[in-house]
């Protein structure tokens, strides 16, 4: 930068000499500043306090003799005045003008208040969401071109870790296979999963829209139980009715089912979860044994039951190894405990955080971790508190007061916080998760829950317990990770 002999003020700039306004613009900037501070609401009627600019060229030395008429040398530094800069800028006020009063440390304060502006729109991390939502589902799209790999193959098994996709895959291919995308011939097909919340899940996506393209049976495996007229009276710790009574029923009412209620093809999600009986009424429902499809989705590390069932057929394994609902610090946490390394896909968002408290806290301070996250701005229809040990008391009052159908149907509501334990939450998803481990990690298969508990939220992950609940179930890796280490 230089000054010419006829006082404009030059910069250098693709080659070329460009005139510039520095002292203007400085002067012009500070009656604006003036204006904004004076005009709003928080300043009143205070008196006006003293004002000035000053000129800085970063790049430029400075004569000790330097002045123009309109910009003295106590009014502008340049590079060689840059290690003293802020004695200088205080001087310009304090010594070389006398007009108004000096700020008092009160006004220096209201005043960098009032530059922070006011009525600010606040962060929305249910926006951030959606962005982040959106590009997961274009990945999820883009992952369901496996299907088109399948389409020649009808005994197939889909394996991937948590936020893989499988469940919208399996939706996809249902409704494929049902509108006769996939062979050209509309088929009968039963989507067949094993807890109630995915169940809801599916029958949401697949029972609504286009009936061309709609499975003829969305349901639980006891779900198709009474759909063939099966009454069930068992308790749900009745295991011998469950494992082996129920499914010698049901394969007795296959081998009587008539052709135009069989199946041409069966889609399994939840798969690990299937005993090993309950695939012989499957398969009998087919109107072809030998040749009919068998569409299986699993994931081993959610096998949160003892049991061990395969399907009494061959079928092809492919594998999912991307991980695409997550955010990289949620899919990270719980990496230690997936069937298998993962491509991380799903997009940055903030740490996952780990509330240490004894167990017998645990609740009380899930509580307050939900408390936290409405305050953040998120909407109770973003939030889940999950449980790993007993079931949260409002869920309890919540399933004994509405019944089972009606609690997963609050869980679509979208108008409140939802409580739930992990085993019933598998293949469910919210943005935001509370995990509140509210056991001491010694249970059977207690990795398997907290693998399942850490991989439900998409967004923002809170776990809250013990630190030795976590070393005991997952290991001295995944706490670290939980701890940010």
């Known amino acids: 930068m230089w000054v010419e002999p006829d006082g404009r003020w030059m910069i250098q700039r693709h080659g070329h000499g460009e005139e510039i306004h520095p002292v203007d613009q400085a002067r012009d900037g500070t009656y604006a500043l003036r204006h904004y501070i004076e005009t709003d609401p928080r300043w009143g009627s205070r008196v006006r306090v003293r004002w000035s600019h000053h000129v800085v060229l970063a790049h430029t030395e400075l004569d000790p003799g330097f002045a123009t008429p309109d910009c003295p040398r106590w009014q502008a530094s340049g590079a060689n005045d840059l290690e003293d800069l802020g004695r200088r800028i205080w001087d310009t006020t304090s010594l070389h003008r006398s007009d108004a009063r000096p700020p008092t440390r009160e006004d220096i304060d209201l005043i960098r208040e009032i530059l922070v502006g006011r009525n600010l729109p606040p962060r929305d991390p249910g926006a951030v969401a959606d962005d982040r939502a959106a590009l997961a589902d274009r990945l ?5 071109q496996l299907l088109g790999a399948t389409r020649l193959l009808n005994r197939v098994e889909i394996r991937g870790g948590a936020g893989s996709g499988k469940t919208v895959l399996a939706i996809r291919q249902a409704s494929d296979l049902a509108g006769g995308r996939t ?10 999963c094993y807890s109630y919340g995915l169940a809801s899940h599916l029958r949401r996506e697949l029972l609504t829209g286009s009936t061309a393209k709609r499975p003829a049976f969305v349901g639980t495996f006891e779900d198709l139980a009474r759909s063939w007229g099966i009454e069930i009276t068992a308790s749900r710790n009745d295991s011998d009715f469950w494992e082996f009574q129920l499914p010698v029923l049901m394969a007795e009412r296959a ?14 999600d939840e798969a690990q979860d299937f005993a090993d009986d309950w695939w012989t009424p499957l398969v009998g429902a087919l109107r072809d044994e030998a040749t009919g499809g068998i569409y299986a989705y699993s994931d081993e590390r959610q096998r949160v039951f003892a049991r061990f069932g395969r399907p009494p057929l061959a079928l092809v394994p492919l594998v999912l190894d991307h991980n695409l609902r997550n955010t990289r610090q949620i899919a990270e946490s719980f990496v230690p405990l997936a069937p298998a390394s993962m491509v991380l896909r799903g997009g940055e968002g903030p740490a996952v955080e780990f509330i240490p408290v004894p167990t017998g806290e645990a609740i009380g301070a899930a509580d307050d971790q939900v408390e936290r996250l409405l305050d953040e701005g998120w909407h109770p229809r973003d939030i889940a508190l999950l449980t790993v040990g007993e079931r949260h008391p409002v869920q309890r009052e919540r399933q ?6 009606d609690y997963w149907d609050d869980y679509w509501s ?51 317990g013990d630190p030795d609940v976590v070393l005991r179930a997952g290991g001295s890796e995944v706490l670290s990770r939980l701890r940010g280490r």
């Open 414 to 464: 979208n108008d409140d916080v939802f409580y739930s334990h992990v085993l019933a939450f598998k293949g469910m998803e919210r943005r935001a998760v509370v995990l509140c481990l509210n056991e001491d990690g010694t249970r059977d298969r207690s990795r398997e829950r907290l693998y399942v508990g850490l991989s439900r939220a998409t967004d923002r992950l809170i776990v809250v």
């Open 400 to 405: 004994e007061s509405l019944g089972f159908a």
């Open 183 to 192: 062979t050209g011939v509309r088929q009968r097909v039963a989507v067949v």
């Open 140 to 144: 999820t799209m883009e992952q369901a």
């Open 255 to 268: 081998r009587m089912l008539p052709d135009a209620t069989r199946f041409d093809a069966i889609v399994v």
